[in-house]
């Protein structure tokens, strides 16, 4: 039995270990991947909702988190006050607005 480790352990020892630059070029490649796959696009989008919830203000129509529709009538903060229709106004964070409509698109509706 000691004679088939003997032969197993030369036969590793004879193959070749990749060299230090070869792995380096790996990880190097995996971070790019990682970079312009992952991180970049999600932080590009981030950036596109921070820019539009910062741009909200009275009177925009928005859509936000599960699809509802409503005209902006007062900022609060973190918060808006938005009209669905007449007479029936909610409040929700800035942060689930994830669209402003075209001026009169709820009236077109």
Request: charged share 15%; net charge neutral; hydrophobic share 50%.
């Amino acid at each position: 039995m000691s004679l088939f480790i003997s032969t197993a352990h030369a036969a590793g020892e004879a193959a070749s270990q990749p060299s230090l630059v070869t792995n380096l070029l790996m990880i190097a490649v995996f971070v790019a991947i990682f970079y312009f796959l992952i991180w970049r696009p999600q932080a590009k989008r981030a950036k596109e909702h921070r820019t539009l919830v910062e741009s909200l203000g009275v009177g925009s129509e928005i859509v936000f988190a599960g699809g509802l529709m409503g005209k902006i009538l007062k900022i609060e903060g973190d918060f808006v006050v938005v009209e669905l229709s007449r007479g029936v106004e909610i409040k929700v964070q800035r942060a689930s607005v994830i669209s402003v409509l075209p001026e009169g698109t709820l009236n077109n509706l």
